[in-house]
């Protein structure tokens, strides 16, 4: 039988009509044309043309090439099929706004198809071969390099211990699917993922992929801060996040997936940016500690941490710290000082009005100097403050009870804590809730964190800041997080590292949809 490929805007599409050697493109026709007279070859996969599923979107293609065995002009195809069998969803089907929890969980297996695209092999078919492979490739890898060399790092101890597992099953068949060089290491020891990244060769590789939760690429982040040629470390290479432990903040945040073969499907195919980090400066050393995702104080803080020792229980251990701490209204007050950006909702708003995308640059020194840094560690108080700060109002911060700072929309499978989080806007998002409302009304809020509405309640402080400097005071030790990890219970000070680290986003210059301004009440 013969058959033929069409290159259309979104895929390619394969009939099993005969055609003639053909090539054209046309910007006005939904569709760019390229057509070979393609016999379909005995060896054909189970992919069937004839049940009208005959659509490969570009973005779940992995790989061409001319087929290895070839006698007589025959090319494999390479693409991420999902195994509930919907191929043609692509992204943007529906017009309304949809969070990305369901569409975050589906699973790929890569599948081949061998397809007979001449009888014999002359020189004009051989290169009419290479200009279809070379086609396809270019609109199957739009933004990223086809075939990156990736060092995957896995934590074996992530979340249930699953990782090996998850990465062997899910992630490792996509990357081989698609013809990437590959260095595999299981972390061994906790640090041991910062000490790679401080010496890892950064010629040799274009990603850094934690298969694990989000400890790993914070170690990964605070690894390369450590290094002389940390400006390249962080220019080159890519700091990707696959699930793999419990807090996979970063693979939902960046590439809108929580199954590990989505998102490394996404990781090949998403656009790499310059992302902000938060350098973080402690009272009680002259540490500088580098975070990408969050900072916590209060009812949540002593939920993840403090109930580490039920860990056993599985998440819930969380649900249900948070909802004791809230439930007997426990107040985790503080001083809070800011360099403030957006003051509230209406600000922020106007602020997304006005984002830019910035172009790519090459890093510096001076982009990881710290601008207020000096004065904090003479005298980390409240009084004591850099030109054009401002004290946050006491009264809030005396009564909080959850203070939360974050640069990522999610901050767990589904929690959209911050839903005004951007990319590179060189801003914090903050968000405070005050323990003065009713526990139902604090209740309702906390009970609409996965949609991320929760900013909008009366309950809620929502704004953006370059920079904050937290005192604590609650009179017994409590637990301070930073990118889930225990931090010490003293005063610290962040500031936004604009545009340092450089990783995968999906939808290119934002993070996976959250809905803030689908959700805006204002
Ligand atoms: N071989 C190892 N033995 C013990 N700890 C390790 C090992 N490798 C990495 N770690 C530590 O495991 C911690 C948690 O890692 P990760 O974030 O991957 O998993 P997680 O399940 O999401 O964790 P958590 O629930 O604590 O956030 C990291 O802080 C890291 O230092």
Not at 42 to 58: A, L
Not at 210 to 229: L, T
Not at 370 to 381: G, H, I, R, S
Request: glycine share 6%; hydrophobic share 35%.
């Amino acid at each position: 039988m013969r058959g033929q490929i069409d290159i259309e805007k979104g895929g390619i599409r394969l009939y099993g009509q005969p055609l003639t050697l053909n090539a054209y493109e046309n910007d006005n026709s939904s569709s760019i044309g390229c057509c070979l007279s393609v016999p379909f070859s005995t060896r054909t996969s189970n992919f069937n043309v004839n049940s009208g599923n005959n659509f490969i979107p570009f973005i779940n293609i992995l790989h061409v090439e001319k087929a290895t065995s070839i006698m007589n002009g025959e090319i494999e195809i390479t693409f991420a099929y999902p195994i509930d069998g919907k191929m043609n969803i692509t992204e943007n089907q529906s017009l309304e706004f949809q969070l990305p929890y369901e569409d975050a969980k589906r699973e790929y297996i890569p599948k081949n198809i061998t397809l007979k695209i001449c009888d014999n092999e002359n020189e004009n078919d051989n290169e009419a071969i290479d200009d279809i492979i070379g086609k396809i490739m270019s609109l199957s890898y739009p933004f990223s390099k086809k075939r990156p060399r990736i060092y995957v790092l896995i934590n074996p101890h992530s979340g249930k211990g699953e990782a090996v597992k998850i990465y062997n099953e899910q992630a490792k068949p996509i990357i081989i699917g698609s013809h990437c060089e590959v260095t595999v290491q299981h972390t061994e020891y906790s640090g041991h993922a910062s000490d790679i990244a401080e010496n890892i060769d950064i010629d040799k590789y274009d990603m850094i992929l934690c298969a694990s939760g989000d400890g790993i690429p914070y170690e990964v982040i605070n690894g390369f801060y450590k290094r002389e040629d940390k400006c390249k470390a962080f220019s080159r290479i890519n700091i990707v996040q696959i699930p793999g432990g419990s807090g996979n903040a970063m693979s939902l945040s960046c590439l809108g997936a929580t199954s590990s073969s989505l998102a490394i499907l996404r990781a090949l195919k998403g656009k790499s940016s310059q992302i902000d980090l938060m350098a973080i400066s402690k009272e009680s050393s002259n540490e500088i500690i580098l975070s990408f995702l969050s900072q916590t104080y209060g009812a949540i803080a002593q939920a993840d941490i403090g109930t580490e020792w039920i860990r056993s229980i599985g998440s819930i251990r969380f649900d249900l710290g948070v909802a004791y701490e809230v439930l007997n209204n426990r107040k985790y007050p503080f001083d809070l000082a800011v360099k403030m950006g957006c003051r509230d909702n209406s600000e922020i708003i106007k602020h997304f009005e006005n984002i830019k995308d910035i172009e790519d640059r090459e890093l510096t020194q001076e982009n990881f100097k710290l601008k207020y840094n000096e004065e904090f560690q003479n005298n980390a108080n409240i009084n004591n403050l850099p030109e054009s700060w401002e004290i946050y109002d006491e009264k809030i911060s005396n009564n909080a009870n959850i203070f939360y700072a974050g640069k990522m929309p999610y901050v767990s499978g589904n929690t959209n804590f911050f839903p005004a989080a951007l990319p590179n806007d060189g801003l914090i998002d903050l968000v405070v809730f005050d323990s003065r409302y009713k526990a139902m009304q604090n209740s309702k809020a906390l009970l609409s964190l996965d949609k991320g509405t929760h900013v909008w309640e009366d309950c809620v402080e929502h704004f953006k800041v370059s920079a904050y400097r937290l005192i604590p005071k609650k009179n017994r030790k409590c637990y301070i997080s930073v990118d889930g990890e225990n931090f010490p219970y003293e005063a610290f000070q962040v500031e936004v590292l604009h545009k340092v680290m450089r990783t995968i986003l999906w939808e290119g210059s934002v993070y996976t949809g959250s809905g803030y301004l689908e959700n805006c009440k204002i």
